[in-house]
């Protein structure tokens, strides 16, 4: 069997860098990665992006089109297709799979825009669960610096209020999640990266 990793975090906490830098490692030691991320490619995932994540006239985060409760079903119908063709497979092939988000993020994001997490625990009960989580904990003015940084924001983004209580929800979920792992994301990529690979190493047997 393979091993699943997933990259959690606010906006801005370098999931994706990390992610692509924990994937070159494991490359590097002869492992077939398979590298993905939440939304997905896919139809589910593509759709979620033009009326979610991108804004604009066809943007639906702020509710006006949309309840909190069919947005949470959005995602659940991505992560549905995102486990049963491409995790689950390439972990029953012996493949290392790491995602940049997963259900945590929707946990996360979503419990701070007023659903139930319970419910939202249910929801997404279908997906597997990783080997290890890594959390990149960045304080939310390090976030929102970067963040402005880019040329396109989406509307998460635009909202700080939003990506603190998303801060605090994903240390609270840490503490009820034993897969999850703390590591400050205030560091250099460098220094973020060994941090990470340590963690792994000391997780996953095998890896020691």
Avoid: C
């Amino acid at each position: 069997m393979g091993t699943f990793i997933v990259i959690e975090g606010i906006d801005g906490a370098g999931k994706s860098t990390q992610a692509r830098l924990l994937a070159e490692w494991f490359e590097e030691r002869g492992k077939e990665v398979v590298l993905t991320k939440e939304p997905t490619d896919t139809a589910f995932g593509k759709l979620i992006r033009r009326l979610v994540l991108t804004g604009g006239r066809e943007g639906i985060i702020d509710g006006a089109r949309i309840s909190h409760e069919a947005e949470a079903l959005l995602f659940a119908a991505d992560r549905a297709e995102h486990v049963e063709k491409l995790i689950k497979p390439a972990i029953k092939e012996g493949k290392i799979v790491i995602s940049d988000r997963y259900f945590y993020s929707s946990l996360a994001y979503q419990w701070a825009r007023g659903l139930n997490l319970e419910w939202l625990i249910g929801l997404n009960r279908f997906a597997v669960r990783p080997d290890i989580v890594i959390l990149l904990d960045l304080p939310v003015r390090e976030s929102m610096r970067r963040i402005n940084r880019r040329s396109i924001k989406s509307e998460f983004d635009r909202i700080a209020e939003l990506q603190k209580a998303v801060r605090e929800n994903y240390l609270r979920l840490a503490e009820r999640f034993p897969e999850m792992k703390i590591v400050n994301a205030l560091a250099s990529v460098e220094d973020i990266h060994e941090d990470i690979v340590e963690l792994v190493k000391h997780e996953l047997s095998g890896e020691k």
